[in-house]
């Protein structure tokens, strides 16, 4: 802003201002080292055209020639042969790894209300009302009468043996996974 207002009051005129004003441009982006675009990641970085030129003629090779290419690079290079592993060799640790491995442990248990006595309804009704603090009894007679329905989600093994035990005891008939 300061300099507009020295130009101001030089009574220079817009043109040479514009005119210095684009030279100073150029020599500051001529002294600026040019900066590249970063390549992303997972995408194939930028090859020059030789090696372009390389992979365009190697994958129109056949199977046979590509051999004779693989043994010529490995005498040239030094390259000594890779081993081959048989088929069956490799299948043999995976078995072992296996049942070697322990076997999952379930720890979250859910447990359903599958069907109930009707006879022992109503006491079924007051069982799931104190199980579950946030139903009033409307909402757990409702839920009651929509058997099958989920009682708990994720507890612990005690805590779904310990609801089990509840509602069985009123006439309910639970399922625990």
Not at 12 to 29: N, S
Not at 76 to 98: F, H, I, T, Y
Not at 124 to 144: D, G, S
Not at 154 to 168: C, G, R, T, V
């Amino acid at each position: 802003m300061n300099s507009l207002r020295s130009i101001a009051r030089c009574k220079v005129t817009f043109r040479q201002f514009h005119t210095c004003f684009r030279y100073c441009q150029e020599a500051v982006a001529a002294s600026a080292p040019k900066l590249t675009i970063p390549v992303p990641e997972g995408a194939d970085p930028a090859l020059s055209p030789k090696i372009e030129k390389l992979v365009q003629e190697i994958t129109a090779l056949n199977l046979i020639e590509v051999s004779q290419l693989s043994d010529v690079l490995k005498r040239r290079l030094n390259l000594p042969d890779a081993p081959v592993m048989a088929v069956g060799s490799v299948a043999a640790p995976k078995a072992e790894e296996e049942e070697a491995a322990p076997q999952r442990v379930q720890t979250s248990f859910t447990v359903k209300l599958v069907k109930f006595n009707d006879k022992q309804k109503v006491a079924l009704i007051k069982e799931i009302k104190t199980l579950m603090p946030e139903m009033n009894l409307v909402q757990a007679k409702k839920f009651v009468e929509s058997v099958p329905t989920v009682v708990k989600a994720d507890i612990s093994k005690e805590e779904a043996d310990k609801l089990k035990e509840a509602i069985e005891k009123v006439g309910g008939e639970v399922e625990v996974a």
